[in-house]
């Protein structure tokens, strides 16, 4: 190719045609060197190809032509690869400030499941946590115990009673973590 400037025209789609048809596929390989999902590469090249068409009434080109779509669709594929590393830190960030967000939670669920637990009276909550916290079923406790199956159940339903008044809608949440292996 010489070195005098090469302009495109930009009524001449043929001549446009012609020319994306011949440099397209090369594009496309080049950028896969850059980025491998070939979609993508093929979408950036693209992008490449439509501003030249855009900008074809202003665009001078000194070098060879090959040489300047080489250029420009490096250039495109590594501000894409810039672009989506910026992506990466911020999704990173919004995850750590949600994950700070719920431990947080986390952490007031725990504390006011404590202080629900201090209001059960010491034999309630014993029988609670055997069964809650151990696994323990209501036949096991009374042996474990001493007491009477109906007891077991009463001490139970007395310890939920008062965990359901104090923590009201957390409740379903905490007996869920429980039966999902979640410790407090």
């Not at 947080?104 to 637990?117: K, N, P, Q, T, W």
Request: net charge negative; with cysteine.
């Amino acid at each position: 190719m010489s070195d005098k400037p090469f302009y495109i025209i930009p009524s001449a789609e043929r001549e446009f045609e012609a020319f994306f048809n011949l440099h397209y596929p090369v594009m496309v390989g080049f950028a896969m060197n850059y980025i491998s999902d070939k979609d993508q590469a093929e979408e950036l090249v693209q992008e490449v190809f439509t501003n030249v068409w855009v900008k074809a009434d202003s665009l001078e080109i000194k070098s060879s032509v090959k040489s300047f779509l080489f250029t420009a669709t490096r250039n495109t594929c590594l501000n894409f690869l810039k672009h989506k590393k910026v992506e990466q830190q911020y999704a990173g960030q919004y995850l750590h400030a949600n994950h700070h967000e719920n431990a947080v939670e986390y952490d007031e669920l725990v504390g006011r499941l404590e202080e629900a637990m201090n209001k059960i009276p010491e034999k309630c909550r014993e029988i609670f946590e055997l069964s809650r916290f151990e696994g323990k079923r209501y036949k096991e406790i009374a042996e474990e115990l001493g007491l009477s199956l109906k007891t077991v159940e009463n001490q139970m339903g007395k310890a939920l009673k008062i965990l359901r008044n104090e923590l009201g809608d957390y409740l379903p949440l905490i007996i869920w973590l429980w039966l999902h292996g979640g410790k407090f």
